[in-house]
């Protein structure tokens, strides 16, 4: 549905789905995650040789021992690389709070957001809204054609991470919604 609505906005937009044993060898090196969100494993990029003995010895498990079996649907698409990422509250249409939670491989709450990223995510959330409230996160990449960003992925609101978000806007933002 993501991709129905962002296409190439999408960091992993040349993303493929299918199941965990039908893994293909397409990119050196790779991000993979399960599709559903059972936390049968954690996202993570991985290159060719490291990813398929992991997979042999998950199989082999004949689903004995894990959650993670041949059958697993995941998504699997080229490792990509990722300076800044940000997390943005949206509630009826609007961005009511965000929060950069990332700088290159570390965690780093602030809530100061380049000025880009914050025109980008307002752009992605006039494309398109899942939900009347919802969150959505953005990756500064090395990717020149969108200004550097990308959409990560669309949350829900009760299971994300606030980070350096204004805890107070987001739940005035709620409170003043009509139903």
């Known amino acids: 549905v993501w991709t129905q609505h962002y296409g190439d906005h999408l960091l992993n937009a040349q993303s493929k789905v299918c199941r ?12 993979i995650r399960p599709c559903e969100d059972t936390k049968s494993f ?4 991985y290159d060719w040789v ?3 003995t992991w997979r042999r010895r998950v199989i082999d498990l004949r689903e004995t021992y894990t959650t993670l079996d041949a059958d697993t649907m995941v998504m699997y698409g080229p490792a990509r690389k990722i300076y800044r990422e940000a997390r943005f509250f949206v509630v009826d249409g609007e961005i009511v709070t965000g929060s950069t939670y990332k700088v290159g491989h570390r965690v780093h709450y602030t809530d100061e957001i380049p000025p880009t990223t914050m025109d980008y995510a307002k752009r992605m959330v006039d494309l398109w809204q899942p939900a009347r409230a919802f969150v959505i996160d953005i990756a500064l990449t090395d990717d020149e054609d969108d200004g550097y960003n990308k959409v990560i992925e669309i949350n829900n609101i009760n299971s994300s991470g606030f980070y350096a978000c204004d805890l107070q806007k987001f739940v005035m933002a709620i409170e003043h919604m009509e139903f």
């Open 20 to 31: 965990f044993e039908d893994v293909g060898d397409e990119w050196e090196e790779f991000f």
């Open 50 to 52: 490291e990813f398929d």
């Open 42 to 45: 954690s996202g993570k990029v």
